[in-house]
């Protein structure tokens, strides 16, 4: 087991109805908030009124700040920043799902910043103080309501780049299962696919003996393979929108990988199809981590064996390491085709031809990305044409 | 799911050399600190001066308080109490296991309280306020690093009763496995039985659809078997000794049972007999487990018969679920035997003549107790009687 500081401070209030104590939670850090969300469904369904009805009756002073898209914006996170300094907001209440919250946090590290707030994703600057920021999930997956991360899209050169720091760590999440009950399907689908593959990004370790963190890890496997088909002939469900949300959640909080070093070169080459041509995340992993596993296959044939037999119920006997790792692979295609999600780049209708781009951006200023397997420039671009 | 609050706030620092690290640790926290810990194992190997120094190093006094014995004592925590008033002191730091820890966490209650601490335990007041609390972990097992809980014996009239308060969260916790190479092996064993109670505790819910916690506590359950056959034959292995560290924790800090209703009949019963008879915590729990789980059986075959196939590798085919709950009990008595801890009360010397009295004070002022199964006073008679 590695060396590992763990702490995971923020205060998780779940279950039915429990937006309604929003304004609670917010009063004891500030009297006036941004309220950041995206989409119109929040006022459709009268969520937002409930919010906003919630944090005047404890004295808090909602600012609201709509605008957030999928893959956020570094151009609608400044337009925050001017809104956050010109109001004197004191907090920030993110709405929704990573989009909303990756947006919030990157607000929240810029509001108190005399730069550039893009000079943190570019590892320009590193930051020393932030606004704090809670949580109102709606759309799980991302499990950005109880992380350190936050990943941001800069239209101007369509780069895509997260930070990674405690300061941006929720203060609370409110996660009120029934807000699942709206999810389209395909954003359920994603949602799904984007929690296993930070799962698979945590299974994928060059870390040599992790015993306990391996059977956490594949008991969660195990629970959204299993959980998946029922969600999606019942999304209405209420315990299984409720596993769904807990998943999402501790799955990204660090303590099932704690002891362990991850891999995330798959994220980052996925961050590149999202900034370019706009591919929701979690549907852009369902492309990107078969064709990953095809390519780094070799580098531990027993760690692909052992989670084909223990999570995907592969028969072992009379197969080579070889075959039983090819068809974990498989399995893994079939369980994301099985949600209806695009397995190729060419049936999600993205194009081949700027492969060296992105893999130039996806290495950023390193020489390799990746921790189970180093992946240099000739290694991204293969894994990209595995997943044409 | 059941809904709930979850927030785990202690900050663990866990590795090799970590407690050298103490007075930065510290030091934000108070300028003089009482040092709580028993046996003389800490002086002989050094580990109590390395702390000291670490103190010192940081500018924090440290005021040494000797004492702690297994299943800790009422009297022992008053003495430390009037100690703090004495000194002034301003932090608790906690250096062993369970005990150390407890007794600690009973002194941060009790020194800014104007009456007998005991009334916490007893219920009869609610702690306000309690001095801050940090642990070195030396023995694990009771998860207490991590837990809102304390449980205390009052010798003089062998009562042991326990608090859950958020009050007593440790504010951090440092693990360095290498603590754990001179534990003698009856701790080891009986560690690892408390680990895998605290795990079935939580398995045994009347929640009825736990897909989720269910995968994380088979994972939990299947990770101690598989260690303790290892670190039992290599007790200074460092990997072995830091899955063992971190299992104990992660077991009982609240992350694998959030939205499940746990049980804790068969701790309240266990209790009593360590109370009477000085049994070690653990040790008592591999005895009364097994004659728990025949005295329940029939509330949930199902959860039985589950936890055998996925946890114990029994094979159900051609076997009624009634069968393999049977198996189930006789696999759980067996791992217990591997540990070379009894398995009945008879070869631990226990008397059987206080059964009532026994059933009596593990009731205290509830007409049952447990969830997944309630038991009343012949109930858990019965199971003293099946332990025997």
Redesign the interface.
């Known amino acids: 087991?590695?060396?590992?500081?763990?702490?995971?401070?923020?205060?998780?209030?779940?279950?039915?109805g429990?937006e309604n104590e929003v304004g609670l939670q917010v009063k004891p850090f500030a009297d006036k908030v941004l309220l950041h969300y995206g989409g119109d469904y929040l006022e459709k369904n009268g969520i937002l009124d409930r919010i906003v009805g919630s944090l005047k009756a404890s004295g808090v002073e909602p600012v609201l700040f709509d605008g957030v898209v999928p893959n956020p914006r570094l151009s609608v996170v400044k337009e925050g920043i001017a809104l956050c300094r010109k109001e004197g907001i004191g907090f920030i209440l993110a709405i929704g799902g990573g989009s909303a919250i990756d947006s919030s946090k990157a607000i929240a590290l810029g509001v108190p910043y005399e730069g550039d707030v893009w000079d943190f994703y570019t590892g320009k600057a590193e930051p020393e103080t932030a606004l704090k920021v809670g949580t109102i999930l709606t759309i799980p997956g991302s499990g950005s309501e109880m992380s350190e991360s936050s990943i941001i899209t800069n239209e101007a050169d369509d780069t895509k780049y997260g930070i990674d720091n405690a300061l941006i760590v929720p203060e609370f999440s409110i996660l009120n299962?029934e807000m699942c009950f709206t999810i389209p399907p395909f954003f359920m689908a994603s949602g799904l696919a984007d929690i296993l593959s930070h799962q698979f990004e945590r299974y994928f370790t060059p870390t040599?003996?992790?015993?306990?963190s391996?059977?956490?890890?594949?008991?969660?496997m195990?629970?959204v393979i299993?959980?998946a088909p029922k969600i999606l002939e019942a999304p209405q469900n209420y315990?299984y929108c409720?596993?769904f949300m807990?998943?999402a959640t501790?799955s990204h909080n660090g303590?099932l990988d704690?002891?362990r070093q991850s891999d995330w070169a798959s994220h980052r080459i996925e961050h590149e199809i999202s900034a370019l041509y706009d591919i929701t995340h979690g549907a852009g992993m369902a492309i990107i981590f078969p064709a990953w596993m095809k390519h780094v296959k070799s580098t531990d044939l027993d760690r692909f064996a052992r989670l084909g037999t223990r999570v995907f119920g592969i028969d072992p006997n009379g197969r080579s390491k070889d075959e039983i790792a090819d068809l974990t692979i498989k399995a893994v295609a079939d369980f994301f085709a099985s949600l209806n999600l695009k397995i190729s780049l060419a049936d999600a209708k993205v194009p081949t031809d700027r492969f060296d781009e992105m893999a130039s951006k996806a290495l950023g200023r390193s020489d390799a990305i990746g921790r189970f397997r180093k992946l240099a420039h000739d290694d991204i671009v293969a894994i990209l044409k595995l997943a044409v």
């Open positions: 087991m590695e060396d590992f500081n763990f702490c995971s401070r923020t205060k998780i209030v779940f279950g039915r429990k299962p040599k003996f992790c015993l306990f391996d059977h956490l890890l594949e008991g969660a195990q629970a299993a959980l315990d409720a596993e807990w998943l501790i303590v704690a002891g």
